[in-house]
């Protein structure tokens, strides 16, 4: 298959499921994207849409009900331990909480050095000169080995963070929420930062997020996520100019700007209902102006429609442009 | 205009191994009534702690040095915690980032708001729990009479907020603050809780302080805007005063440095090069001048004062300059 040697990872159709007290959840339900290489793929949705779920399942953190995930052409479910391991040095992750995801008791050098020691790459020496290296690439000095994490910001925590993750000169990195928790003018610092590493190294990225401003900038393509589903997936122009599913024109209209001449746009409020239809094909539905008209909506299995080679769908009606 | 708020030379510091250190620096600002301001400035910029002066929330480490806040004739910090109990709910009320953990998990939301009615006035409960469904409705919860039963865990964070909005507004305030109370929210929910806020400021002429790290909230939901920066009230104006010219070069910094889907993606996005100072290491002179692009000796030195440049105030010794140097652009 074409994609596959394009690719340097494939979700296919992944689906799972959580069984609760009160039912299932689908947290992915026939999920499928692909990674290009030296491009970023942002997943956006809102809290509970099934975009975590998806990266702890390529990170192999999780294991899905059905489905398959192949990274550098291997398939995830059918690996050794060891070869797993292996594989994990291509992959590795920057999360959300500055703070919470380093060792508040180790230093930055034993913090970034971390892995290398895991793979056992280097000796003492060879190891603080790499860890120098990192720290430079990232911003960083050489006078913060010695800190802890309490004596750095949060956006150096996020700096160590991501000097850790490319330690092992991996091909993907996964940040899920990476920058969500910085301020304005250090989550800038920090974009800039990750799409310069990018460039020199040739890195794929998968972009988890919740701000469709941080995916805008970041991502060359994007795919739109709704209760564990894909809704609409493009390139940045598809999704943000020329958006087809309802739900992401409500997503972004509801984006407040910080441009005065945005202030009196008309805006198209995405509608709460207490129960939502879980029955309904289409589980945007109930929040449909359209859809809630529709019988088809409710009922006929929804397809992905292919609008062009790189836009498409999941919709009985997508919006009109023009 | 009347002014339902005024706040005079507020300064609060808190303390640290080099002593008392200042966190909120001669804040002075006033809300009229019926406006809605909306208070901006990133992480550690004193703009909560100035929030929970207005409610007088200020405990130990933390303390008021001075200042003076007026809730319309009266004067609030002076006033006995007796006297001021009576004001909180009735003349001023705050809502929080967090709603699960601004209501009690395990008290049943119907008995939180009427608890919060019968404090506010002399109705007894059947009375109370009517006049709560209407405030469950007026806050757009569906279903009121059945919904008044329900625990916090039982409803989303959006309708948690609702009810948190409801409480708020219970004793009928004319002020009303919200601390990042949609921070937590999902977009589309924050669009229709900013929303209401915004129709029940309206309905009932309340006076609105809204304070937000996020830019595009404060542009779409406030009539002016304050900045602040380490303690310091940099910029104050009217929205588009502030979002179209601003002429504090810590305000211009913050809209350059934000990442919403209208930026241009083909440039690195002109962020503000360093940190925040540390509260215990601010600069002398002008706070923002390590990280300004546009300092000048004389801004080491000399603290500058918050003076009317071009129909705003704003903190800078070069303002009015850089305002013509901007418009010839």
Known sequence: MRTQVTSVATVMGVSRIFKGKTGVVHALDNVSFDLKPGRTLALVGESGSGKTTAARVLLGLDTPNSGSIEILGRTLGLLKHEELRLLRREIQVVQQDPFSQLNRRHSVERIISGPLLAFNIGDKESRRDQVVELLKSVGLEKEHLRRRPHELSGGQCQRVAIARALALDPKIVVLDEAVSALDVSVRAQVLNLLRRIQEERGLTYLFITHDLGVAHYMADEIAVMFRGRIVERGNRDDVFNNSRHHYTVGLLSSVPLATPSATKRSREQVQALPSPGVDDACLYRSRCALGLGREDCKSTPLKITQGSETHSWLCHSPVEHG | ?329
Not at chain 2, 43 to 53: M, R
């Open chain 2, 1 to 329: 205009m009347k002014n339902a708020l005024v706040v005079n030379n507020l300064s609060l510091s808190v303390p640290s191994a080099k002593g008392r250190v200042t966190v909120v620096d001669d804040v002075s600002f006033d809300i009229p009534a019926g406006k809605k301001i909306g208070l901006v400035g990133e992480s550690g910029s004193g703009k909560s702690l100035t929030a929970y002066s207005l409610m007088r929330l200020i405990k130990d480490p933390v303390q008021i040095d001075k200042g003076e806040i007026f809730l319309g004739e009266k004067e609030i910090l002076g006033m006995s915690m007796k006297d001021f109990r009576h004001m909180r709910g009735n003349d001023i009320s705050m809502i929080y980032q967090d709603p699960m953990s601004a209501l009690n998990p395990i008290m049943r939301i119907g008995a939180q708001i009427i608890e919060s009615i019968r404090l506010h006035s002399d109705l007894d409960h059947g009375q109370a729990r009517r006049l709560a469904i209407e405030h469950l409705a007026s806050v757009g919860i569906p279903e009121p009479d059945r919904r008044i039963d329900s625990y916090p865990f039982e409803m989303s964070g959006g309708m948690l907020q609702r009810v948190v909005i409801a409480i708020a507004l219970s004793g009928e305030p004319k002020v009303l603050i919200a601390d990042e109370a949609t921070t937590a929210l999902d977009v589309t929910t924050q669009d229709r809780v900013l929303t209401l806020i915004d129709k029940l400021a309206a309905e009932r002429g309340l006076s609105v302080l809204l304070i937000t790290h996020d830019l595009g909230v404060a542009a779409q939901f406030s009539d002016d805007i304050m900045v602040m920066y380490a303690g310091k009230l940099v910029e104050k104006g009217s929205v588009n005063q502030i979002f179209s010219h601003p002429v504090h070069p810590y305000t211009k910094a913050l809209l350059d440095s934000r990442c919403d889907y209208t930026i241009d993606v083909t440039k690195p996005i002109n962020s503000i090069a360093g940190q925040p100072p540390r509260l215990d290491n601010r600069p002398d002179g002008c706070v923002f001048s390590p990280r300004c692009e546009h300092v000048q000796p004389r801004c080491r030195e000399g603290v500058p004062p918050l003076i009317s440049v071009q129909d705003r105030l704003a903190a800078c010794f070069r303002a009015e300059e850089l305002f013509h140097v901007e418009m010839v652009k």
